[in-house]
Each structure stands twice: as structure tokens, then as C-alpha cells.
């Protein structure tokens, strides 16, 4: 059986290869749907989460005080939008909803830190502390990233309607991780400026903040990544655990070994000579992954122009971000300015391509009545773009 590509994971019942889809005229019926449970084990998940919010913020008001606190806060800030954008870059092509977005962030925030010091307690009192370098290059990378992992199990199990490959489990992968950064980070910046003044705070703030703002973004991504080789063969949690287990090993030796390049080694020579060439390495792949998003909406749409429910040209636009760049800016000069309605057409076919992925694999009994509303809706916009 070949595929179209290394990156390819077919589904259970998908053709083995993109061309062989039957495509039709009109959507399949839709499958009755089974009661969905999606959306309300995160939600749940979510409420719980409001009082370990209050109990950190207590711990740090506690320990760092209000104004070593703010101090934190305000310079974790800075690395947490750098990270957020990047992370909104890559998932520009078929955006994720801003709920689970929310979610993942908050994860990482909360619940993963709340856990990683909870557990770094429980141990202290039962061992009286195994020490700093145990901790910190075994400790800590297992900890903390079995943490964030528990965080995209979540979502796996919460939303996998939403959880449709490699791309989506490196973006909830990275937030979780940006989300754990930000708290960490509060902490090392608090304790920096109580501790040597504005002077420790800045040094400390050139290394976390400068040259590693990504560091538990790659960590987490890696969990992630492998979340998302599951999602897209369209296993169940149990088999998903096959592909997340070998995924979380990497993020602890990655979290491992960034941590003990600080610990036993000069960290500016592992840095320039390891750390550099893995994150070149990890925006590579994530490039290649958006190569391979692209060829799949290719693909599936051009299922639909083969019934006649898009235009080849069409097909190429929506395929590649040059075709959408080129057509928002087509449809800005149009009377009124229908760019707006370039950008929803845009968006709806991208998603009309993601919903009969779910559809072939069988995953979403919704993904039928999914693909109708979409098709209505990308014709409806073609319609307003086109209109005199």
C-alpha cells in the first residue's frame, strides 16, 4: 500500500490513497448521531480549575509577596505573547477554536504547575529531598511533562473533533507548554528581583525570556505531535497511548537535557552547539507538517471540485497561503471591500476539507451534517463575493 506522502495517516476506512475517494455531488447522509459528549468533560475540567487559581495565586502572594509578584507577572508576560503569536502562526491554517486554546493555556498555567508542585512536595516529605541536581534533570523533566501530557489527554478524550493531526496537537502541545512557562517564569523573575534587584532580574530575564522562550513549547510539542499522529489514524484513547507514550519519553529527555546543560555543562556552549540546531530543527518540521496540511485540504476539496462544487482554480487558492493572500487582496478591491468575505470563505472551505477527513474516518458521526452546513455556507459566500 503506498501513500501520498511519509506524512500521510490514513483512517480507519479511508481509502488508501486520496485519488481513490469516491467523490459525490451532494454530502453522504448524514449518520445519525450518538449522543456527543465533546466540550463538556473540558468545561468540568475548567471549573475545577478556578480554586487551584486561587491557591497559586495565594502560594505566590504567600511566598514572593504582592510586589515581587507583579514584577514576575509583568515580565512573564512578554515571552507569553511572543510564544502566543508564533503559535497562532502556525495555526493559521485551520485555526483551532479559541475555547480549547483558552483551555490548553490554562492547563498549563494551572493545573500542570499546581501538580508539578504538589508532587515536588509529596517527595520532599517522603525522601527529604533527593537534591538539587536530581531534581532537576530527573525530577523535574518527568514531573512537569507528564503534567502538561495529562493536559492533552484532555483534550484528546474532551474534543477530539477538534484534534484532527500532527499541526493541532503541536499548537495544544505549545500553549500548554507556553501556559507552564508563564507561571514558571513568574516564579524565576519574583524570586530574582527579591533576591539581587533589578540587575538578577535582567540577567535571568535574558535567559528565559530571550533565548529560551520556546524551551517547554518544543518540550510539550513533541507529546503533542505524537497526540496528533494518533488523532489522524483515528484511534481510540487506549491505542492512542502507542504514539503519546514514545512522544512524552522525548519531551523528558529534550526537558533533561536542556536542564542539564545548566546543571553539568557550560549552558552557552550546549546552547549555541545543541539547542540551536533542535529548535531549527523543530521549526523545519513543523513547516514540512504545514506542507502537508496544505496537501490535504488540496485533496479533499479537490473531491468536491470533482462534483462540481468548487472550481480547479478555486481548489489551487485555497491550497496554498500565496492563493490566499493573492485572493483576500483581489477581493479588497471589490465594491465595499469583500474582503471579510474572502476571509469566510476561506475559513469555511478549510473547514469543509477537515470535516470530510472526520467524515472518511469515520471518528465524528456529525462530520456529514457538518460538511452540508459548510457547503452551504462556502456557497453562500462565493455568492456574496461575486454578487454586482
Known sequence: MSYPSPLWQPGPGEPARISDAPPSAAPAAAVPARPRRDGVLLWVVAALLVPVLGLLVLYFLRFLG??????????????????????????????EPRRLLAFAVAWGAIASVAIALGVDALLAFLTGGLGDAFSSVVQAPIVEEVAKGLGLLLLYVGARRWFDGPVDGIVYGALIGAGFAFTENVQYFAVSFIEGGAVQVSGVFFLRAVLSPFAHVMFTSLTGFAFGLAARRSLGTGAAFRYALPGLAGAIVLHALWNGSATFFNFFELYATLQVPLFVLFVLGILALRREEARLTRARLGEYAAAGWFTAQEVDMLATGAGRRSSVAWARGLPGDRSAVMKTFIRDATALAAARQRALSGRDATAAGQERALLQRTTAARAALLAP
Request: a neutral charge; charged letters at 15%.
Open 66 to 95: 504582592p510586589a515581587a509578584s507583579i514584577v514576575g507577572m509583568v515580565l512573564a508576560v512578554v515571552p507569553f505573547v511572543i510564544v502566543w503569536f508564533a503559535v497562532r502562526l502556525i495555526d493559521r491554517w485551520e485555526p
